[in-house]
C-alpha cells in the first residue's frame, strides 16, 4: 500500500476526503477478557481470522473526530469525550467490549502527535480526521459475539466532505431506508453504512451530494442525511432538527443546538420535520464531523426539487453558524466549557 506523501508535499487547501496511509496508527486487542494497552503501530494493515465477525456479521463499530490546528500552531480536539461515550453506546449495541473512555481520548491524542507534520496548517481549512474503529476477530462461525476484537485508531488529514464545502449542494430522497424503527440507527455501526451504498450511489449517479432519508415506519419525516444529520431554519428564527431513535446521535448536532440558542439567540427544537411541509424553513444543512455544516440548496421529493434559500449562494443564518462552529474548534472564538482539549506535540 503506497505510504503517504511527505507532509510538505501536500496541497492542504484541496484535499477532499480521501483514504491516506499516515506514518503511525494505535492498535489494541482484547483478549482472554481484557484490553491489552495498545500501541502506535507503523503497519497500516490488519491481519485478522477468516472466521472474525466483523467480517461476516457486521460486529464493527466506528467514530469521527478531528483535530484542528489553531492559529498559535496548537492542535486541539473537539469534544472528544462525547466520540468516546458514543462508541461504549455502540459497542453496548453490538454486544463488544467498550474500550475504556478515559483511554479513547488519550490514544485519539498519541494519534494525533505522533502524526502531527499532517495537521493541515490553520486557514487551509484542512483537519485531521481520526477514525476509531472496533471489530470483532478471531476464528468464528456462528452467529455469537466475538471471543476476541481489535479497536484502532488511524487517521488523515481531509478537506470538504460534500463536494460543495460551504456552497449548497442538492439532496434526493429515497426509496430505501438507512435504518429499522428499532433497528441500529442510533448506533455508528458498520452495517447502517453498508445498507446506504446503493441508495447513495443512485444519488450521486442522479447529480445529488446525498440521500435525506425519511423515517422507516411512515415515510414521512426526514430523518437525516446518509452522512450526517439534518437542520432547517425557520422565519422566526428557530433552529430546527428531527427527533428520532433511528437516527444517528450527532455530536455536531448536539453542540449546535446549544450554540443556536445561546450564541445565536435561536429557539432550538428537536422534533418532527414532515417532508411535505418544508416551507417553514427558509434554510436548510446536514451537519456533521465530516460534513461540518454543508448548506442544502435544495431536496428533491416525488420528483420535485425543493429550494430552500438558494442553489447558489450559502444562507445568512447557516453562515453564522459555520462561522460560530468552525471558530470554536479551530480556537477563535471562545468555547464552552470542556469542549476543547488540547494535544501535546
Ligand atoms: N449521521 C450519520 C449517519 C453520520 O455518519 C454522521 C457522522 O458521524 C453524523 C450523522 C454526524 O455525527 P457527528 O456530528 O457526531 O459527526
Ligand atoms: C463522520 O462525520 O465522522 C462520519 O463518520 C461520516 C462519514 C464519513 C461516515
Same mark, same amino acid.
Given at each position: 500500500m503506497a505510504k503517504a506523501p511527505k507532509a510538505s508535499e501536500i496541497d492542504w487547501s484541496n484535499l477532499g476526503f480521501n483514504y491516506m496511509d499516515l +506514518? %503511525?496508527? *494505535? !492498535?489494541? /486487542? @482484547?483478549?482472554?477478557?481484557? @484490553?491489552d494497552d495498545g500501541e502506535l503501530t507503523e503497519d497500516a494493515t490488519l491481519h485478522i481470522s477468516e472466521g472474525s465477525t466483523g467480517l461476516h456479521y457486521g460486529q464493527a463499530d466506528f467514530e469521527g473526530l478531528k483535530a484542528y490546528r489553531t492559529k498559535n500552531n496548537d492542535i486541539q480536539l473537539f469534544r472528544p469525550d462525547q466520540n468516546a461515550a458514543r462508541m461504549h453506546k455502540s459497542c453496548e449495541r453490538l454486544l463488544m467490549p467498550a474500550f475504556p473512555e478515559d483511554k479513547f481520548v488519550e490514544a485519539v491524542k498519541s494519534v494525533v502527535k505522533a502524526n502531527a507534520d499532517y495537521v493541515p496548517p490553520y486557514g487551509t481549512g484542512g483537519t485531521l480526521y481520526l477514525r476509531p474503529l472496533m471489530i470483532? &476477530?478471531?476464528?468464528?462461525?456462528? &452467529? /455469537? +459475539?466475538?471471543?476476541? %476484537? =481489535? *479497536? #484502532? =485508531? *488511524? $487517521?488523515? +488529514? &481531509?478537506?470538504a466532505y460534500y463536494k460543495g464545502g460551504v456552497t449548497p449542494t442538492n439532496f434526493t430522497t429515497s426509496y430505501y431506508d438507512r435504518a429499522a424503527p428499532h433497528g441500529t440507527g442510533q448506533s455508528k455501526v458498520g452495517g447502517n453504512y453498508g445498507g446506504s451504498l446503493l441508495p447513495g450511489d443512485e444519488a450521486h449517479k442522479a447529480g445529488y451530494s446525498d440521500? =435525506? %432519508? !425519511?423515517? +422507516? $415506519? #411512515?415515510? #414521512?419525516? =426526514?430523518?437525516? $442525511?446518509g452522512s450526517a444529520n439534518f437542520f432547517g431554519v425557520t422565519k422566526d428564527n428557530e433552529f430546527v432538527t428531527p427527533k428520532s431513535d433511528s437516527i444517528l446521535p450527532s455530536i455536531t448536532k448536539k453542540s449546535l443546538l446549544y450554540l443556536a440558542e445561546h450564541n445565536l439567540g435561536m429557539k432550538a427544537i428537536e422534533g418532527d420535520v414532515f417532508i411535505d411541509k418544508l416551507d417553514r424553513f427558509s434554510e436548510a444543512g446536514a451537519m456533521g464531523t465530516a460534513a461540518v455544516i454543508a448548506p442544502i440548496g435544495g431536496i428533491e421529493y416525488k420528483d420535485e426539487l425543493h429550494v430552500f434559500y438558494s442553489e447558489t449562494e450559502v444562507g445568512p443564518v447557516t453562515q453564522k453558524l459555520y462561522d460560530t462552529l468552525t471558530g470554536i474548534q479551530f480556537g477563535d472564538v471562545e468555547a464552552p466549557e470542556g469542549w476543547i482539549q488540547k494535544v501535546e506535540y
Open positions: +506514518p %503511525y496508527r *494505535f !492498535l489494541a /486487542h @482484547w483478549k482472554d477478557g481484557k @484490553w470483532g &476477530v478471531g476464528g468464528n462461525i456462528g &452467529v /455469537h +459475539p466475538a471471543q476476541e %476484537y =481489535i *479497536f #484502532t =485508531i *488511524f $487517521a488523515m +488529514p &481531509v478537506g440521500v =435525506i %432519508y !425519511l423515517d +422507516p $415506519a #411512515t415515510h #414521512t419525516k =426526514i430523518e437525516e $442525511a
